[in-house]
């Protein structure tokens, strides 16, 4: 079978998803949707995708700027068999309507709420509970980065508490209006919603979580204390992470001293768009001290959950029901 | 008795030092020093100071530039009483000898290590351990800030664990020559060196920092983990610290969201050089969780020291024996 | 005669004008006006304004904020002679009509366009045109900036065109929405907006501009050629600067490199909100090449239309029929 | 012929450059040389480069982070036919030496000056004055930026003058140390050395720029305004460099607001490290008023050179003699 996907909303997460969705055999892209005809919307039409309008009204827009469309949204919605909503926030309810009007599958990003599906998913930790689903929401660039890690650790060591400080980026790289410049804004209510979100993925974990944004636009970066269940060395630690899928040691030994030196090695990697779709921990940053796990890890926010958008299509079709084949399917297939 | 304070080192702590010296009625700024011909030279004769030259060699650079200076070091340390070394880091060593040597008592800042002086000092929990002592160091904009928070929760309500992640400006404002830019660099070593410096003058309390560096220029901002020894509430660490000397609420409902917005404040209260002594804590940002305290609390790296060391000269030279009324003495005079 | 001012936008424009008209003994506050009950509003009141709330409905809200307020706009329009607006751009066209209905004179500031009153205003180039006007516009700060150092050289030695590129900063510090970060915006319509606009106030002026917006908040920066009408040194020019009132020379020889360091003087120079109501210009980046002047000047956005605001308004009470009378009193008592 | 090529400096140039030889079919890559054991010198053996090092006493370092050595500077010397030079800057004098006492060939970059080997080279403009040539410099981003958008105008127009404002950015984005942070940095020396540094490419033009440095990390800017020697129509002006190599037009209506966009639309093309070769001139930018064209490019500074250098190696062996031919098929081995 090969699973026939739209891609609602071709902008930073939609873009990157259409690319993985091409490599993979089991998959392929039956369209994408843009609302203005932007140099996005060319992009789409040059990498050979079908391209479909969004907002109907905006059709006469792309034929004046010469780019060719194939139809609407509901168009598209009848072409495919799962569609990966990448819309901006605050449209998932609406959308969702939608999609079960038309009889497809959906997979929502991390911007929706858990509560809008009911599911939240997580290639490592929750893969086989989503198996056959119809409408799933994948967890959001932070969350995915705090299970990749902490995951592992719960099922291997158990954890007692987690208590993590996300250093957020401002805003991405191609977003050239928003902030903030010159200032840090932490996120008054504590705890801030990433640790709720984390439970989505591992139930029973107790972690509490606050949250800065940063004037920077490369990567978010977390500070993370582990109270351990019990006691474990250092080199344990790494050595589950190192047998961890998409968790990639980076160290400052070698010169990698920030998130910028992280996008530089990813640049130099040739990764596709230079993006790094691995959660990067600092080797030279674990410490266990006295039963208390101290690390840093960077999460490129544009990235990380594009395999597992690729990992949540495998499960909800059933294309195999064992979570480590999909995982290297498709690390393979995006050269991960 | 008029305490004849000298100023070893005109640059961004020491300018502000020597203003707040002359604010006070027990003591006087008897001259101060730099090492070459800037601005800030002629920003200290304007300001009616006698001006001295660091590096001997250097006179003629300063006369050239038509700056009157009044002698070298050796000639400043021969009429005070008492010198803030306000230098930059690793000179300490060395110009300790020379204060020695020259008889007089002197003051260091937190760039110094504590094992310089073996004496370290915040006005609010240790003063009476420095009274009449010669040689002291004034703990950095960092270890004050969270000392002044944590002190009086550790002697009202008792603490037994801290976690604290520091999100550090990258430079001061006037430093246009240093980064990051467009990055996020962690400290690798864990705990940083905040943690044990805040042992230095709460003795005892078991704390432990981590610290990223970002691009900003205004002021650090902590986000700070406190399991509390008894419970206690929200409104009661609010009340604590609604008492508690140069610990200042801000609020987000009242637009004040961000770091940049703390120092319009400040511009706004007409401070000296927009500055603000006190640690801004966010208000509607402290939340207590079944026992364990989360705040955020930001931290103006330029001046939140200033106070500490008008306190420190009045515990070295006696001129009062309790620290809450050197404190009044000194906020009355610097208005904060 | 005391003019009776009234302050429609209690924001960064409008606060400092308030004080700058507090600061006059021919003028006084009548009252501010505030939309919402922020710490600005509270801040209104500790400087003892009277509050009036732009927006009826919002009454309520200061009330329940413990913000006493003295009325609506109305009111306030009743009590004064006239209304400086700084509401945010767009609204000129509205709340004129309501001025002119309510019978007071009005002063708009440089958001709104020329065509709105008609009449612009430069201290320095045509404070005499508006002598008894009843609505005008006070340039903006670009302008204004441009028009103090062009204004001197087209009257004393004539100009035959003048490029100048605006590099300007991407937001207010106090804004922490807005950006952009990591990013240089280039203005594409050619000529920008700015070179038309010093027309308004320098008739005749042959001017082009254009402009980018940068990652910073703290001044705009000019970098200016212009061709002479005939040939003059360097040390001409300087000399003609010299005796301008509101242009003030910085240099790099002395450590001002950058805007940074402007800022760094200002606060040293303990000026009100740390601003800077001079135009600075690099006396040592002032270069006449070949009867080419180029040159390089930084404005401070936030205040250096304030003293205009204060000579606008004697100009149109005629409280004196001199610019220069006008502009001494206005320094004198702004410490300019 | 293959010409065998050396890389000294395997860093930001040059890993780069190293990539493009690899690229073509008339050369190939004999070493790189790193000085300390980093990332980037793991990542030249992970491309299969010979590594050598270029301080001899630091190959014990090298060995003891098990990265394998063939030998030093000296070594690769013997086994090249020409050397690329990417050191940083004020090594050109002493390495040239070096370089004629080897007998081999050598290519610098734009931090030399002119007169290190009285030779500058820029593929469109002076390809065929470097035929045969032995030590060769090819000019800087910025010049070779002017140089690409500034020469087909000369050759076909005629320029009378040239004022230029490059918008610098402060640091590549693999620098986490350097700023500036929240400033901006005029160049006060006028003109700035960048309109002498065009002279040497394209001799005879009358060129004067002015330079600052901002707070960002992926382009410069240039606002440029041309004097053009005969009237031409905007059309014109863009038709000639439609035909222009390595020229690309963006447009702001299409959504390529800013450098950031440019970034993001180069990484969407899946280039080489995200990188642009190109110059992006915005085409909505670009406009011709009574004689005098004005237009903005960006440029980025990473990467623009890197086409130029494998030129300049084929013009300095004459692998080809003519410039078109070479460009052509530099651009086709690099997708351009």
Redesign the interface.
């Known amino acids: 079978m090969t699973v026939r996907v739209a891609i609602n909303g071709y902008g930073t997460i939609g ?1 990157r998803v259409a690319d993985a969705v091409q490599a993979q055999e089991d998959m392929t892209v039956v369209g994408v949707t843009k609302t ?1 005809p ?3 919307a ?2 789409a039409l040059e990498k050979g995708f079908d391209l479909f309008v969004a907002i109907r009204d905006n059709i006469p827009k792309f034929e004046a700027s010469g780019l060719r469309v194939c139809g609407d949204l509901d168009a598209l919605l009848g072409k495919c068999d799962v569609v990966i909503d990448c819309t901006p926030g605050k449209m998932g309810a609406q959308n969702l309507d939608l999609y079960k009007l038309a009889g497809v599958k959906s997979i929502f990003q991390g911007g929706e709420k858990h509560d809008l599906t009911g599911r939240s998913f997580n290639s490592l930790s929750n893969y086989g509970d989503n198996l056959g689903a119809d409408h799933v929401r994948v967890v959001s660039c932070n969350t995915t980065g705090l299970t990749r890690t902490l995951y592992p650790l719960h099922r291997d060591i158990g954890i007692d508490k987690v ?1 993590a ?1 996300m ?1 957020r980026r ?2 991405d ?14 996120v ?1 209510k ?2 801030s919603h990433h640790g709720p979100d984390v439970k989505t993925v591992i139930p029973g974990l107790d972690i ?1 979580t ?1 949250a ?1 944004a ?6 978010h ?1 977390h ?1 993370v ?1 582990v109270k351990l269940r019990k006691n474990a060395s250092t080199e344990e630690v790494l050595d589950i992470w190192d047998r961890t899928p998409r968790v990639r040691f980076v160290s ?1 030994e ?8 992280i ?3 990813a ?2 990697m ?1 990764t ?3 993006d790094l779709m691995d959660i990067a921990v ?1 080797k ?2 674990v ?1 266990v ?1 006295e039963g ?1 796990l ?1 690390y ?1 890890q ?1 999460i490129h926010q544009e990235s990380d959950v594009v395999p597992e958008n690729i990992d949540c299509i495998r499960a909800m079709f059933e294309l195999t029901r064992n979570n480590m084949e999909s995982i290297l399917k498709t690390n393979m297939a995006l050269m991960i």
């Open positions: 873009k203005r932007t140099f996005e060319r992009l208590y400080t250093i401002g805003v790289p191609n977003d050239d209006k928003k902030g903030p410049m010159n200032s840090i804004i932490p008054l504590v705890p509490d606050t800065v940063v004037p920077t636009t490369l990567m970066l500070s204390v400052g070698d010169g990698i001293t920030s998130t910028s030196k996008m530089e090695m640049r130099d040739q596709s768009r230079s600092w030279d940053g410490h001290i208390t101290y840093y960077a």
